[in-house]
């Protein structure tokens, strides 16, 4: 039978109050006795031990028990102390299915955007008629003529032109930032955390990674329970980009069987970024990039 932490606590402090119940007892049985009873019990008691007349009346001397109470108490340390030691809380077995990782077709998905184009810009307004009204001709006032003869005396001054400085060229526009390729098979997969201290070569660490990471998704994932009680029953497929630096992003549900059973695989797979420890991200030609990473989640009902 399997005994839980909470169980195993409970035990531990019934035991103790046990303990101090039998000692607050035995104390209450001892303080009842009267002087008149004692009296009568032990009329010829006499002692010449002062060790042994501590007390008035043996029947009531309470360092008698200090041998059996100390054994009691002896035991039931060892006791609780085996227990302990010899206890032992086993994890529940996490339910995969045979063909987790097998997905019926092939998916194609566009790759998620980084950089989305300005929009174009709006159409012009069509151009509005409107009718000009007819102005009044106002009369022109005469204009004033100056003399301008010019004689052998008068002297024309050359006023040199002006020279208006060029204006400064415009900034060159800023560089466009093409984003980075997004790979779907690369020479080296990403990996999920766990495995990269075991050994062995790359396609061993990749599918001990993939053991890792169908043990965490269906460790987390918790079944919805729309689906179950509706009986739904399927496979969820997830698409997600793993990033050099082993963060996740771009998570998004490419098949879906309803029920909420989409948004619960997209939660588990987005809580990777939680993890003490990160994805070993994909590398091509021995330099991390990013990869598109497809991940089946199936829903059976047990």
């Known amino acids: 039978m399997e005994v839980t932490g909470t169980e195993l606590g409970l035990g531990i402090l019934f035991i103790i109050f046990l303990v101090a119940g039998v000692i607050i007892g035995l104390k209450f049985r001892l303080k009842s006795k009267s002087a008149a009873d004692l ?36 035991a039931v340390a060892l006791g609780v102390t085996l227990i302990t030691i010899s206890w ?52 022109e006032e005469q204009p004033v003529f100056m003399d301008q003869t010019v004689t052998e005396e008068s002297v024309v001054e050359e006023k040199a032109p002006e020279v208006k400085a060029p204006p400064p060229p415009p900034p060159p526009p800023p560089p466009k930032e093409e984003p980075e390729e997004i790979f779907k098979v690369v020479e080296q997969m990403p990996r999920f955390p766990g495995c990269e201290n075991a050994g062995g070569s790359n396609e061993e660490k990749y599918q001990c990674a993939q053991a890792k990471l169908l043990e ?27 990033e050099k630096d082993g963060k996740i992003t771009d998570a998004q549900v490419v098949r879906d069987i309803g029920a909420g059973c989409g948004e619960e695989a997209l939660r588990v797979v987005n809580s990777m970024n939680s993890m ?27």
């Open 39 to 74: 009296r009568g019990e032990h009329p010829d008691y006499d002692t010449k031990a002062p060790l042994s007349g501590r007390v008035k009346y043996p029947s009531v001397d309470g360092f008698r028990f200090s041998g059996p109470l100390w054994l009691l108490g002896l």
């Open 88 to 139: 032992t809380q086993y994890e529940k077995p996490v339910y995969i299915p045979d063909d987790a990782m097998l997905v019926d077709e092939t998916i194609e998905i566009e790759p998620p955007r980084t950089a989305e184009p300005p929009p174009p810009p709006p159409p012009p307004p069509p151009p509005v008629i409107e009718e000009v009204p007819e102005e009044e001709i106002l009369e």
């Open 216 to 242: 965490y998704v269906y460790k987390n994932v918790k079944y919805p329970a729309i689906a179950r009680e509706n009986g739904i029953q399927g496979r969820v497929v997830v698409q997600f980009v793993v």
């Open 276 to 302: 003490n420890e990160k994805w070993t991200p994909g590398k091509q030609r021995g330099k991390p990039v990013r990869v598109q990473f497809t991940l089946p989640v199936s829903f059976k009902l047990q």
